[in-house]
């Protein structure tokens, strides 16, 4: 999934009295100060977003929960009731009807109460922000540790580009630290939220940098045990060419099974026998 950085906040006036249109989202999390894309295909989802582009663009996207990933529409109870608050940028109908969408998080909001209509689901919000409980000195070293581990994990993972670093270094403000951070990592989506659904800016850190701590040591193992299968898959190839050259070789001096027998016998006498190095060459 790829998914770009925010770079500036888009300023719209939320009323927080009003209900938004939900997407509900599968095996995918959108936080808030993150563009991402998004793929709408189920009439639930339809209905929300083609409501919403009429209207002001904005809807509420949320994540099923553990084992509701199923293709048929969600119910409000297979719903998690923190999310975000996103605005449509860009909408694509594509040919077999579903709807490719460029969205941006605006900010974390808590379902009050769903409401679910004939065509999609709607939900009163309230915003829900993360509070910043940490002091500065230990902020400071919560960030450098996610950097440094940000890094690493990069370096580990062929499937993000390493322009990322310079993206996650431009960053300064801790909360969009935490957001990109775990959009990125590779980790379960329903993990991910029950980092994103946490009240307070110093357990959201803590808990992120356990599992990415976690997470990076199982890559180091994996690739450990992967390079030695390798090798030995390297060696046993090696030894199969060399048996299958020596069968060639044999066939055109045509060499019998007992001939080799026979050879192998010979060889053993002659090294038996401690023979000085003059006898070894006429022999």
Same mark, same amino acid.
């Given at each position: 999934m790829a998914v770009k950085k925010i770079v500036n906040a888009v300023n719209i006036e939320h009323d927080d009295s009003r209900m938004y249109n939900v997407i509900p989202l599968r095996r995918m999390l959108v936080a808030p100060r993150i563009i991402a894309p998004v793929l709408v295909g189920r009439e639930v989802s339809l209905g929300a977003v083609e409501q919403a582009l009429v209207e002001d663009k904005l809807v509420f996207c949320t994540t099923q929960r553990e084992g509701e990933d199923s293709d048929g529409n969600p119910q409000t109870g297979q719903l998690y009731?923190?999310?975000?608050?996103?605005?449509?940028?860009? &909408?694509?109908?594509l040919p077999d009807g579903n %709807?490719?969408?460029l969205v941006e998080g605006l900010y974390r909001a808590k379902v009050r109460r769903f409401v679910t209509g004939k065509k999609f689901i709607r939900a009163y919000v309230e915003k829900f922000e993360l509070i910043q409980n940490v002091k500065p000195k230990e902020l400071e070293a919560y960030l450098r540790n996610l950097k440094s581990l940000f890094k690493e994990f990069i370096t580990l993972?062929?499937?993000l580009p390493e322009e990322m670093i310079q &993206?996650?270094?431009?960053?300064?403000?801790? %909360?969009?630290?935490?957001?990109?951070?775990l959009t990125y990592f590779n980790i379960d989506v329903h993990y991910k939220h029950y980092l994103f659904k946490m009240t307070h800016l110093n357990g959201c850190l803590k808990r992120l940098l356990e599992v990415m701590n976690e997470e990076i040591e199982v890559s180091k193992l994996e690739q450990r045990i992967e390079g030695k299968v390798k090798r030995t898959l390297n060696k046993m190839q090696r030894e199969y060419y060399l048996q299958e050259q020596?069968?060639?070789?044999?066939?055109?001096?045509?060499?019998?099974?007992e001939d080799d027998s026979n050879l192998i016998k010979l060889k053993g006498r002659i090294d038996s026998k401690n023979l000085s190095k003059q006898a070894l060459d006429r022999v």
């Open positions: 009731r923190i999310g975000t608050v996103c605005q449509i940028l860009q &909408s694509f109908r %709807i490719r969408l993972n062929n499937s &993206s996650l270094e431009s960053l300064s403000d801790p %909360i969009e630290v935490f957001y990109f951070v020596l069968k060639i070789i044999h066939k055109e001096l045509g060499l019998t099974d």
